[in-house]
């Protein structure tokens, strides 16, 4: 007899059988985050961006979990992870909206409600904010240019003032670019966390 729970918490039940726009409350959210395959099937979604097969998958996280290469996998530990996450793992997420699993061809890809949980992972695949080194390149090309313009470098001594104003001008620039897409980041935010209840 298999000791796996294959129920589903009332919370995630009640999304697979509403019509209503896609909506997932906290606590199914944070229900399906809480295990570590879980995680790692986003994880591995994510980074595959297409539809992945269930032995694919299930290899990939059993050779994280061992700390080892898929070739160096036992069949025991693909098995084990192979039957979670048929019985559990991706049916449960299935029914959130979280990953289109076809189990009898045993496809998986991400769906719709999966951005709801993205946001709550750490990934490397997510684009870092590196506004810093845009900062840091207009201030040392600015520096430079001014600490020439002063020291009479050709060229760059004629105008002084109008080398500070360039200068001036590149950073107004630069922090308008930054409060755009800050803005545009914090309404894609805003958009995702609507759909949390």
């Known amino acids: 007899m298999s000791s796996i729970d294959t129920s589903l918490p009332d919370e995630i039940a009640s999304v697979a059988d509403s019509d ?23 994880a591995y ?50 029914d959130a909206g979280i990953v289109e699993y076809d189990q009898d061809r045993g496809l998986i890809s991400l769906a719709d409600n ?15 904010d590196r506004w810093d ?3 840091a390149a207009v201030s040392v090309v600015g520096a430079a240019l001014v600490a020439g ?3 009479g470098v050709p060229l760059l001594s004629a105008a002084p003032l109008g080398l500070a104003g360039l200068v001036v001008g590149a950073f107004f620039v630069l922090s308008i670019a930054h409060f755009v897409t800050n803005r545009q980041r914090e309404q894609n935010v805003d958009g995702k966390l609507s759909r949390i209840e």
């Open 20 to 42: 209503e726009e896609q909506r997932l409350s906290k606590d199914v959210i944070f229900e399906l985050l809480k295990n570590r395959r879980r995680r790692e099937v986003l």
């Open 45 to 94: 979604l994510l980074e595959a961006d297409d539809t992945v097969t269930l032995g694919e998958l299930a290899e990939q996280i059993a050779a994280w979990e061992n700390d080892t290469d898929v070739s160096a996998l036992s069949s025991d530990q693909r098995k084990r992870v192979y039957v979670a996450l048929y019985q559990t793992h991706l049916p449960k997420m299935d």
């Open 114 to 128: 999966a951005d709801l949980l993205m946001m709550y992972l750490d990934t490397d695949s997510e684009q870092q």
């Open 133 to 135: 080194r845009w900062y």
């Open 149 to 151: 313009a002063f020291l």
